[in-house]
C-alpha cells in the first residue's frame, strides 16, 4: 500500500458528463501530480501542484483541470467528456517539491470509462 | 526535451530465467533522476528505484539490479531467477532537475510474462 488514495477506483459515464476524481496524498506529502494512462499515449503527466498552488502543467486538455484544497486532497475535473477520455488516471505524491527530491508513490488509479 | 525508450514491448521467459529490461534516456540536463516502476494485473504503480545522474553505482535488491551507465544513456533493469510474480508491466522514467515541474517522463513500458 502506497499510502495514496483514489477514489472512485472505476467510474463509467457517458460522452459529454462531467466528473470528478478524488486523491488524497499520503500523510506528510506537498506534492501532488496527476497522470494519464491511455493505450494510445501510454502515462502522460497531466499536472502538478505543490502545497495548494499549481507548479506545472503538462499535455492536460482545457476541458480538464484541478486543484489541491488546504488538507492538501487533490481533485481531478473533467468535462464534457469524450470516448477518448476513457483511460485509467493515477495521482501520486511525494515530500518534495520537485519530483526528484524524492520518489513519487503512486494511488491505484481511477479507470473511467466513456460510454 | 526529455525522452524514455523501451525498446522491448514484451519480453516472455520460463520461470528461474534471469531477464534484462532495457531503458535509454535522452536528457540536456546534467542533474536528473531515473526511476523504475512496476505495474502488476492490478493496476497500480508500484516504486522500485530511484537513481541520480551522480551515483553511476549498480544497486542491487534481491533478484533485482539495475546498471546505470551515462556514456551510452542507459539504465537497465535486470532480474534473476525470475518468478511468476514478477510478471507486470516495467516503466522507466526520467525526471530533470530543472524542469520546473520536475515531472516523470515515462517510457513505454515493457511487458514482461513469466511461465511456470
Known amino acids: 500500500d502506497s499510502g495514496v488514495t483514489q477514489t472512485p477506483k472505476h467510474l463509467i459515464t457517458a460522452t459529454g458528463q462531467r466528473v470528478t476524481l478524488r486523491c488524497s496524498p499520503r500523510?506528510?506529502?506537498?506534492?501532488v501530480y496527476w497522470y494519464q494512462q491511455s493505450l494510445d499515449q501510454g502515462l502522460q503527466f497531466l499536472i502538478h501542484?505543490?502545497?495548494?498552488?499549481?507548479?506545472a502543467k503538462g499535455n492536460i486538455l482545457e476541458r480538464f483541470s484541478a486543484q489541491q484544497f488546504p488538507d492538501l486532497h487533490s481533485e481531478l475535473n473533467l468535462s464534457s467528456l469524450e470516448l477518448g477520455d476513457s483511460a485509467l488516471y493515477f495521482c501520486?505524491?511525494?515530500?518534495?517539491?520537485?519530483?526528484?527530491?524524492?520518489?513519487?508513490?503512486f494511488g491505484q488509479g481511477t479507470r473511467l470509462t466513456v460510454v | 526535451a526529455q525522452k524514455v525508450t523501451q525498446a522491448q514491448t514484451e519480453i516472455s521467459v520460463v520461470e528461474k530465467e534471469d531477464v534484462t529490461l532495457d531503458c535509454v534516456y535522452e536528457?540536456?540536463?546534467?542533474?536528473?533522476?531515473l526511476f523504475w516502476y512496476k505495474q502488476p494485473p492490478s493496476g497500480e504503480l508500484v516504486f522500485l528505484i530511484r537513481?541520480?545522474?551522480?551515483?553511476?553505482q549498480n544497486e542491487i535488491s534481491g533478484r533485482y539490479s539495475w546498471n546505470f551507465q551515462k556514456s551510452t544513456s542507459s539504465f537497465n533493469f535486470t532480474i534473476t531467477a525470475s518468478q511468476v510474480v514478477d510478471s507486470a508491466v516495467y516503466f522507466c522514467?526520467?525526471?530533470?532537475?530543472?524542469?520546473?515541474?520536475?515531472?516523470?517522463?515515462f517510457g513505454g513500458g515493457t511487458r514482461l510474462m513469466v511461465k511456470p
Open positions: 522514467a526520467l525526471s530533470e532537475a530543472n524542469n520546473a515541474g520536475n515531472m516523470l517522463t
Open positions: 536528457t540536456r540536463d546534467t542533474t536528473y533522476y
Open positions: 537513481r541520480n545522474s551522480f551515483d553511476e
Open positions: 500523510s506528510g506529502d506537498l506534492s
Open positions: 501520486a505524491s511525494s515530500a518534495a517539491r520537485t519530483t526528484g527530491g524524492n520518489e513519487a508513490f
Open positions: 501542484y505543490y502545497n495548494g498552488e499549481e507548479r
